[in-house]
Protein backbone atom coordinates (compact mmCIF):
# COMPACT_ATOMS: atom_id res chain seq x y z
CA UNK A 1 0.00 0.00 0.00
CA UNK A 2 1.10 3.28 -1.13
CA UNK A 3 2.07 5.96 1.91
CA UNK A 4 -0.54 8.25 2.19
CA UNK A 5 -0.77 12.37 1.84
CA UNK A 6 0.47 12.85 6.41
CA UNK A 7 3.06 10.47 5.67
CA UNK A 8 4.65 11.49 3.08
CA UNK A 9 4.71 15.44 4.05
CA UNK A 10 5.75 14.01 7.26
CA UNK A 11 8.77 12.78 5.68
CA UNK A 12 9.19 15.23 3.60
CA UNK A 13 9.24 17.96 6.49
CA UNK A 14 11.10 15.12 9.21
CA UNK A 15 13.49 13.07 7.31
CA UNK A 16 12.14 9.91 8.64
CA UNK A 17 9.42 7.78 8.98
CA UNK A 18 8.71 4.83 11.94
CA UNK A 19 6.55 1.86 10.61
CA UNK A 20 5.61 -0.10 13.31
CA UNK A 21 4.93 -3.88 12.92
CA UNK A 22 5.70 -3.62 9.25
CA UNK A 23 6.61 -7.35 9.24
CA UNK A 24 5.68 -8.31 12.97
CA UNK A 25 4.50 -11.36 11.65
CA UNK A 26 7.53 -12.53 9.70
CA UNK A 27 10.02 -11.72 12.53
CA UNK A 28 11.09 -15.49 12.75
CA UNK A 29 12.04 -15.52 9.12
CA UNK A 30 13.66 -12.36 9.23
CA UNK A 31 16.09 -13.33 12.61
CA UNK A 32 16.96 -17.34 10.28
CA UNK A 33 17.56 -15.36 7.23
CA UNK A 34 19.51 -12.40 9.12
CA UNK A 35 21.70 -15.64 10.96
CA UNK A 36 22.17 -17.23 7.83
CA UNK A 37 24.01 -14.31 5.59
CA UNK A 38 25.84 -13.82 9.10
CA UNK A 39 27.59 -16.82 9.25
CA UNK A 40 27.69 -17.54 5.82
CA UNK A 41 30.15 -14.69 6.24
CA UNK A 42 31.78 -16.05 9.01
CA UNK A 43 30.16 -13.81 11.90
CA UNK A 44 28.93 -15.86 14.93
CA UNK A 45 26.23 -14.66 16.79
CA UNK A 46 26.85 -16.96 19.96
CA UNK A 47 30.00 -17.35 21.27
CA UNK A 48 33.11 -15.46 21.56
CA UNK A 49 33.66 -15.25 17.90
CA UNK A 50 30.81 -11.81 18.51
CA UNK A 51 32.56 -10.36 21.57
CA UNK A 52 31.79 -6.96 19.55
CA UNK A 53 32.40 -4.60 22.59
CA UNK A 54 34.61 -2.22 20.78
CA UNK A 55 33.67 -2.07 17.05
CA UNK A 56 30.79 -2.71 14.10
CA UNK A 57 30.76 -5.27 12.26
CA UNK A 58 29.47 -5.09 8.54
CA UNK A 59 28.42 -7.31 5.67
CA UNK A 60 28.26 -5.95 2.14
CA UNK A 61 26.42 -7.05 0.21
CA UNK A 62 23.65 -8.13 3.12
CA UNK A 63 20.03 -8.74 1.56
CA UNK A 64 21.76 -9.68 -1.78
CA UNK A 65 22.61 -13.17 -0.43
CA UNK A 66 19.36 -14.22 0.91
CA UNK A 67 16.46 -15.81 -1.50
CA UNK A 68 13.82 -14.55 1.16
CA UNK A 69 15.62 -10.97 1.91
CA UNK A 70 16.11 -10.50 -1.90
CA UNK A 71 12.52 -10.85 -2.39
CA UNK A 72 11.26 -7.99 0.53
CA UNK A 73 12.30 -5.52 -2.28
CA UNK A 74 9.11 -7.44 -4.14
CA UNK A 75 7.24 -7.03 -0.96
CA UNK A 76 4.13 -4.27 -1.52
CA UNK A 77 5.22 -3.28 1.92
CA UNK A 78 8.85 -2.31 0.95
CA UNK A 79 8.45 -1.82 -3.01
CA UNK A 80 5.44 1.02 -2.42
CA UNK A 81 7.94 2.75 -0.24
CA UNK A 82 10.18 2.99 -2.70
CA UNK A 83 7.42 3.72 -5.41
CA UNK A 84 5.88 6.60 -2.77
CA UNK A 85 8.92 8.45 -2.65
CA UNK A 86 11.64 7.46 -4.98
CA UNK A 87 9.48 7.25 -7.84
CA UNK A 88 7.91 4.20 -10.09
CA UNK A 89 11.55 3.80 -11.48
CA UNK A 90 13.22 3.94 -8.11
CA UNK A 91 16.89 2.30 -7.98
CA UNK A 92 17.54 -0.32 -5.85
CA UNK A 93 21.00 0.88 -4.87
CA UNK A 94 22.77 -1.94 -2.06
CA UNK A 95 22.25 -2.95 0.98
CA UNK A 96 24.33 -3.76 4.68
CA UNK A 97 24.24 -6.27 7.59
CA UNK A 98 25.11 -4.84 10.93
CA UNK A 99 25.97 -6.31 14.83
CA UNK A 100 26.53 -2.81 16.42
CA UNK A 101 28.29 -2.31 19.72
CA UNK A 102 28.72 1.14 21.50
CA UNK A 103 28.19 4.42 20.63
CA UNK A 104 27.67 5.97 16.56
CA UNK A 105 28.68 9.46 16.37
CA UNK A 106 26.40 11.91 14.84
CA UNK A 107 26.27 11.74 10.97
CA UNK A 108 24.41 11.69 7.63
CA UNK A 109 24.59 8.85 5.28
CA UNK A 110 26.43 9.41 1.25
CA UNK A 111 24.41 11.55 -0.21
CA UNK A 112 25.07 9.77 -3.99
CA UNK A 113 24.74 12.94 -5.70
CA UNK A 114 21.61 15.41 -5.91
CA UNK A 115 19.21 12.81 -5.89
CA UNK A 116 16.95 11.56 -3.23
CA UNK A 117 18.21 8.42 -1.79
CA UNK A 118 16.60 6.81 1.36
CA UNK A 119 17.70 3.78 3.60
CA UNK A 120 15.13 1.39 5.19
CA UNK A 121 16.47 0.11 8.45
CA UNK A 122 15.32 -3.49 10.15
CA UNK A 123 16.29 -3.48 13.75
CA UNK A 124 15.70 -7.28 15.09
CA UNK A 125 16.21 -6.51 18.37
CA UNK A 126 14.36 -4.44 20.66
CA UNK A 127 15.68 -1.41 21.38
CA UNK A 128 14.60 1.96 23.51
CA UNK A 129 16.65 5.26 24.47
CA UNK A 130 19.07 3.40 26.74
CA UNK A 131 19.87 0.09 25.00
CA UNK A 132 21.25 2.06 21.38
CA UNK A 133 17.57 2.82 19.60
CA UNK A 134 17.99 5.16 16.25
CA UNK A 135 17.96 8.76 17.41
CA UNK A 136 17.23 11.10 14.04
CA UNK A 137 17.66 15.28 14.27
CA UNK A 138 13.85 16.25 13.00
CA UNK A 139 14.34 18.14 9.46
CA UNK A 140 18.06 17.87 9.35
CA UNK A 141 18.09 16.37 6.21
CA UNK A 142 16.97 19.81 4.69
CA UNK A 143 20.11 21.55 2.32
CA UNK A 144 20.97 24.93 2.76
CA UNK A 145 19.67 26.65 5.06
CA UNK A 146 21.60 27.94 8.38
CA UNK A 147 20.83 25.15 10.17
CA UNK A 148 21.78 22.31 8.04
CA UNK A 149 24.88 24.16 7.91
CA UNK A 150 25.70 24.50 11.88
CA UNK A 151 24.60 20.79 11.89
CA UNK A 152 27.26 19.73 9.28
CA UNK A 153 30.02 21.01 11.16
CA UNK A 154 29.55 18.43 13.99
CA UNK A 155 28.76 15.41 11.09
CA UNK A 156 31.61 12.87 12.90
CA UNK A 157 32.30 11.24 9.13
CA UNK A 158 32.61 15.02 7.23
CA UNK A 159 35.06 16.47 9.79
CA UNK A 160 38.62 16.45 8.91
CA UNK A 161 40.09 13.48 11.08
CA UNK A 162 41.95 15.40 13.59
CA UNK A 163 38.52 17.85 13.87
CA UNK A 164 36.45 14.75 15.06
CA UNK A 165 37.71 14.08 18.89
CA UNK A 166 35.35 16.16 21.13
CA UNK A 167 32.46 16.49 18.69
CA UNK A 168 30.01 18.03 19.55
CA UNK A 169 31.41 18.65 22.84
CA UNK A 170 33.86 21.37 21.47
CA UNK A 171 30.71 22.96 19.29
CA UNK A 172 28.13 22.91 21.58
CA UNK A 173 29.05 22.09 25.55
CA UNK A 174 27.18 18.81 25.19
CA UNK A 175 28.04 15.14 24.61
CA UNK A 176 26.33 13.73 21.64
CA UNK A 177 24.10 11.48 23.74
CA UNK A 178 22.35 14.94 24.67
CA UNK A 179 22.07 16.75 21.71
CA UNK A 180 18.59 17.55 21.08
CA UNK A 181 16.84 14.50 19.17
CA UNK A 182 14.12 11.55 18.96
CA UNK A 183 14.55 8.38 19.55
CA UNK A 184 13.02 6.00 17.55
CA UNK A 185 12.30 2.55 20.07
CA UNK A 186 11.99 -0.12 17.76
CA UNK A 187 10.72 -3.55 18.29
CA UNK A 188 11.21 -6.61 15.92
CA UNK A 189 9.36 -5.84 12.89
CA UNK A 190 9.46 -2.34 12.60
CA UNK A 191 10.76 -0.59 9.90
CA UNK A 192 12.03 2.73 9.87
CA UNK A 193 12.50 4.71 6.88
CA UNK A 194 14.79 8.12 6.81
CA UNK A 195 16.40 10.08 4.32
CA UNK A 196 20.56 9.40 3.60
CA UNK A 197 20.88 13.47 4.80
CA UNK A 198 19.03 13.07 8.01
CA UNK A 199 21.65 13.31 10.92
CA UNK A 200 21.17 10.02 12.86
CA UNK A 201 23.11 7.95 15.87
CA UNK A 202 23.29 5.75 18.56
CA UNK A 203 24.35 5.68 22.28
CA UNK A 204 24.48 3.13 24.89
CA UNK A 205 22.96 -0.71 24.36
CA UNK A 206 24.39 -4.05 24.44
CA UNK A 207 27.08 -5.82 22.16
CA UNK A 208 24.83 -7.85 19.67
CA UNK A 209 22.28 -5.01 18.33
CA UNK A 210 21.30 -6.84 15.11
CA UNK A 211 19.96 -4.55 12.06
CA UNK A 212 20.20 -4.67 8.00
CA UNK A 213 19.31 -2.15 5.66
CA UNK A 214 17.60 -1.55 2.02
CA UNK A 215 18.59 1.46 0.69
CA UNK A 216 16.87 3.12 -2.69
CA UNK A 217 17.18 6.15 -4.61
CA UNK A 218 15.74 8.17 -7.52
CA UNK A 219 16.65 7.02 -11.00
CA UNK A 220 19.29 9.08 -12.34
CA UNK A 221 18.58 10.95 -15.71
CA UNK A 222 19.84 9.16 -18.69
CA UNK A 223 22.16 11.67 -19.49
CA UNK A 224 23.85 12.04 -16.40
CA UNK A 225 24.64 9.30 -15.03
CA UNK A 226 28.35 10.11 -13.67
CA UNK A 227 26.52 10.25 -9.66
CA UNK A 228 25.34 6.74 -10.67
CA UNK A 229 28.89 5.29 -11.57
CA UNK A 230 30.54 6.93 -8.71
CA UNK A 231 28.02 5.39 -5.73
CA UNK A 232 28.64 1.92 -7.55
CA UNK A 233 32.27 2.33 -7.67
CA UNK A 234 31.96 3.02 -3.86
CA UNK A 235 31.14 -0.89 -3.44
CA UNK A 236 34.94 -1.63 -4.06
CA UNK A 237 35.58 -1.07 -0.42
CA UNK A 238 33.68 -4.05 -0.16
CA UNK A 239 35.66 -5.48 -2.53
CA UNK A 240 32.20 -6.54 -5.30
CA UNK A 241 33.00 -7.49 -8.82
CA UNK A 242 29.18 -6.34 -9.79
CA UNK A 243 26.19 -3.76 -8.41
CA UNK A 244 24.51 -6.57 -6.92
CA UNK A 245 25.11 -9.84 -5.67
CA UNK A 246 24.16 -13.06 -7.39
CA UNK A 247 21.44 -14.21 -5.07
CA UNK A 248 19.63 -11.18 -5.85
CA UNK A 249 20.50 -11.08 -9.88
CA UNK A 250 19.33 -14.95 -9.98
CA UNK A 251 15.59 -14.57 -8.52
CA UNK A 252 14.89 -11.46 -10.01
CA UNK A 253 11.71 -11.03 -12.20
CA UNK A 254 11.76 -8.36 -14.83
CA UNK A 255 9.66 -5.86 -12.12
CA UNK A 256 12.50 -6.09 -9.99
CA UNK A 257 15.47 -5.63 -12.45
CA UNK A 258 13.37 -2.66 -13.58
CA UNK A 259 15.24 -1.52 -10.41
CA UNK A 260 18.31 -2.81 -10.41
CA UNK A 261 19.29 -2.12 -14.69
CA UNK A 262 20.63 1.73 -14.18
CA UNK A 263 22.99 0.35 -11.49
CA UNK A 264 24.12 -2.54 -13.48
CA UNK A 265 24.36 -0.62 -16.66
CA UNK A 266 27.15 1.17 -15.60
CA UNK A 267 29.46 -1.35 -13.12
CA UNK A 268 31.80 -2.21 -15.82
CA UNK A 269 34.82 -0.14 -13.72
CA UNK A 270 33.58 -1.86 -11.02
CA UNK A 271 36.28 -4.73 -11.07
CA UNK A 272 39.10 -2.89 -11.67
CA UNK A 273 38.62 -0.70 -8.59
CA UNK A 274 38.07 -3.49 -6.45
CA UNK A 275 41.04 -5.09 -7.51
CA UNK A 276 43.17 -1.72 -6.88
CA UNK A 277 42.15 -1.95 -3.24
CA UNK A 278 42.64 -5.48 -2.74
CA UNK A 279 46.22 -5.09 -4.02
CA UNK A 280 46.38 -1.64 -1.56
CA UNK A 281 44.81 -3.77 1.62
CA UNK A 282 47.38 -6.82 0.87
CA UNK A 283 50.45 -4.18 0.41
CA UNK A 284 49.53 -2.03 3.76
CA UNK A 285 49.21 -6.06 5.12
CA UNK A 286 52.38 -6.65 3.76
CA UNK A 287 54.00 -3.57 5.46
Given at each position: ??????????????????????????????????????????????????????????????????????????????????????????????????????????????????????????????????????????????????????????????????????????????????????????????????????????FGGGTRRRMFTMNMQKRQPDDDLEPVRKSVG??????????????????????????????????????????????????????
Amino acid sequence: MLLTEQQLRFFETFGYLALRGLFRDEVDKLNDAFREVWTANGGGLDGAADDLEERLTIVVPFVDQHPYLCSLIDDPRIYDIGVSICGEDFNYMTSDGNVYSGDTPWHSDCSHGARLSIKLAFYLDPLDVASGSLRVIPGSHLKGGRFSQMLNAVDFYRAPADARTGLPEKAWGVPGRDVPSVALETEPGDVLVFQHELKHASFGGGTRRRMFTMNMQKRQPDDDLEPVRKSVGNLSRHLMERAYGDVMLRTASPKRMRHLEQRLANDGHLPALSAKVRAERQQAAGD
